[in-house]
């Protein structure tokens, strides 16, 4: 992957179908000033954003935050936890979205969502994305680009038909009931942050795929902060548009806070299209996330914290099937076993804590002498932000959320003691 490549990667990462939704929920909280919200989280992410920029730039490693960590701390719990964290959320993001798929296929080509139905296209969107991610990055490239343009035309579709009624509205008004007089405060725009901040989550992803990109030093931080920044004006003008279209009140009301907007702005255009829009946004999350599980599986079977069988590579392809064909196990399972909002959900919120770790970690490495430095340095008091901004985050998680996570957390730590990794490395 050269630069191009690794910002569509990241770009695609970021935006997801997530946000047709999550715009109703944000302009019930943030009213009108819903931009300002997407702008408060965007900050908050470009902390932990610039240390994994800085991280990348020195250990560009497919392990990910397990190895950073692992070198950092040298404690493979703390490693194999935040490492597994990371498939688990990667996982059950992938089966959710594999589910989601089959509800858009089946809407759109007009069938009944039976549960053999269901099962069957779940079953084939899941062995396509493993046939692509096995072919190799090349094609998982591809893929990943057909998918972001897709998903970014949506958008920009609702910026275009939308432009003409911007500046109609108070940008700054909020709902009456969200505060005494309805203004600006710092808990309001701080609790709008909390919805939008996980839209801006990719780093982990795009860090794990490091091995396979061209001049990772160089490369690394710069798609890091390019993705972001492309990320967030996106999202602002797409919240300026929704806003200046639909009364948020509305908004918050509707199912489809977006195709409502383009209903208002644009009535002639087939508001079903946003259906067919979707199924490329799922697919690039699915894909995206199927990438980042086995590039941090291998990583972790080649430090010796799970069985280094998972860590081979295909003679041919170059790919590590092995550990594409044990996510592929787990993901059929987790698909096909229900409802798996709640879980996704609460891995979301554990990786509030695998950004904490990683903040950490580069405060440690930045203060041992002997740490070879890396083409993007900064100073200490952003990860030390970062840290502070995640816990406030962190803070604000609900409480089923944080159970399950913390359930979660205790089944991979009962893991870690039945396997007992022995022999870890951490490759220089």
Same mark, same amino acid.
């Given at each position: 992957?050269?630069?191009?490549?690794?910002?569509?990667?990241?770009?695609?990462?970021?935006?997801?179908?997530?946000?047709?939704?999550?715009?109703?929920?944000?302009?019930?909280?943030?009213? *009108?000033?819903v +931009?300002?919200?997407?702008?408060?989280?965007?900050?908050?992410?470009?902390?932990?954003?610039?240390?994994?920029?800085?991280l990348?730039?020195?250990? $560009?490693?497919?392990?990910?935050?397990?190895?950073?960590?692992?070198?950092?701390?040298? @404690?493979?719990?703390?490693?194999?936890?935040?490492?597994?964290?990371? #498939?688990?959320? !990667?996982?059950?993001s992938?089966?959710? !979205?594999?589910?989601?798929?089959?509800?858009y296929?089946?809407?759109?080509?007009?069938?009944?969502?039976?549960g053999?139905?269901?099962?069957?296209?779940?079953?084939?969107?899941i062995?396509?994305?493993?046939?692509?991610?096995?072919?190799?990055?090349?094609?998982?490239?591809?893929?990943?680009?057909? %998918?972001?343009?897709v998903?970014?035309?949506?958008?920009?579709?609702?910026?275009?038909?939308?432009?003409?009624?911007?500046?109609?509205?108070?940008?700054?008004?909020?709902?009456?009931?969200?505060?005494?007089? !309805?203004?600006?405060?710092?808990?309001?725009?701080?609790g709008?942050?909390?919805?939008?901040?996980?839209?801006?989550?990719?780093?982990?992803?795009?860090? *794990?795929?490091?091995?396979?990109?061209?001049?990772?030093?160089? *490369?690394?931080?710069?798609?890091?902060?390019?993705?972001?920044?492309?990320?967030?004006?996106?999202?602002?003008?797409?919240?300026?548009?929704?806003?200046?279209?639909?009364?948020?009140?509305?908004?918050?009301?509707?199912?489809?806070?977006?195709?409502e907007v383009?209903?208002?702005?644009? $009535? +002639?255009?087939?508001?079903?299209?946003?259906?067919?829009?979707?199924?490329?946004?799922?697919?690039?999350?699915?894909?995206?996330?199927?990438?980042m599980?086995?590039? @941090?599986?291998?990583? @972790?079977a080649?430090?010796?914290?799970?069985?280094?069988?998972?860590?081979?590579?295909?003679?041919?392809?170059?790919?590590?099937?092995?550990?594409?064909?044990?996510?592929?196990?787990l993901?059929?399972?987790?698909?096909?076993?229900?409802?798996?909002?709640?879980?996704?959900?609460?891995?979301?919120?554990?990786?509030?804590g695998?950004f904490?770790?990683?903040?950490?970690?580069?405060? #440690?490495?930045?203060?041992?002498?002997?740490?070879p430095?890396?083409?993007?340095?900064?100073?200490?008091?952003?990860?030390?932000?970062?840290?502070?901004? %995640?816990?406030?985050?962190?803070?604000?998680?609900?409480?089923?959320?944080?159970?399950?996570a913390?359930a979660?957390?205790?089944?991979?730590?009962?893991?870690?003691?039945?396997?007992?990794?022995?022999?870890? #490395?951490?490759?220089?």
């Amino acid at each position: 992957m050269g630069l191009g490549a690794l910002v569509i990667y990241g770009v695609g990462d970021m935006l997801g179908a997530g946000v047709y939704a999550l715009m109703g929920k944000v302009a019930g909280v943030m009213g *009108n000033a819903v +931009w300002l919200a997407f702008a408060a989280s965007m900050v908050a992410a470009a902390l932990t954003g610039l240390s994994y920029a800085s991280l990348g730039s020195r250990h $560009p490693r497919a392990a990910g935050i397990a190895y950073i960590s692992q070198r950092a701390f040298g @404690l493979p719990f703390l490693s194999y936890l935040v490492g597994l964290a990371v #498939v688990a959320s !990667g996982l059950t993001s992938f089966a959710a !979205g594999a589910n989601a798929f089959a509800g858009y296929l089946l809407g759109v080509l007009g069938l009944g969502a039976g549960g053999g139905a269901v099962s069957a296209v779940v079953i084939g969107y899941i062995a396509v994305l493993t046939l692509i991610n096995f072919r190799g990055m090349r094609e998982s490239t591809w893929l990943n680009v057909l %998918c972001t343009t897709v998903e970014a035309a949506g958008l920009f579709i609702i910026i275009a038909v939308g432009m003409r009624f911007w500046g109609g509205v108070n940008y700054l008004e909020t709902p009456a009931t969200a505060m005494a007089g !309805g203004g600006i405060t710092f808990p309001l725009v701080l609790g709008g942050a909390v919805l939008t901040f996980y839209s801006f989550v990719g780093f982990e992803d795009m860090l *794990n795929v490091t091995e396979e990109v061209k001049n990772p030093e160089r *490369n690394f931080p710069i798609a890091v902060l390019t993705a972001l920044a492309i990320t967030t004006v996106i999202y602002i003008a797409v919240a300026v548009t929704a806003v200046s279209v639909v009364p948020h009140a509305e908004l918050a009301a509707s199912g489809q806070p977006l195709v409502e907007v383009v209903k208002r702005a644009a $009535p +002639w255009f087939p508001s079903g299209a946003f259906s067919f829009i979707a199924l490329f946004a799922i697919t690039n999350t699915g894909l995206l996330n199927y990438i980042m599980g086995s590039r @941090l599986v291998y990583g @972790l079977a080649r430090q010796g914290l799970v069985p280094r069988a998972l860590g081979a590579v295909h003679p041919t392809r170059h790919t590590p099937h092995r550990a594409i064909l044990a996510l592929l196990v787990l993901v059929l399972i987790l698909a096909l076993s229900g409802n798996v909002a709640q879980l996704a959900s609460a891995t979301s919120t554990l990786l509030l804590g695998v950004f904490i770790v990683v903040n950490a970690s580069l405060i #440690v490495l930045k203060r041992r002498p002997d740490e070879p430095r890396g083409r993007f340095e900064i100073p200490t008091i952003i990860p030390v932000a970062g840290i502070l901004m %995640c816990g406030v985050i962190l803070s604000h998680a609900t409480r089923p959320a944080l159970l399950t996570a913390l359930a979660l957390l205790a089944g991979i730590a009962l893991l870690y003691l039945v396997m007992r990794p022995k022999d870890v #490395v951490v490759e220089s």
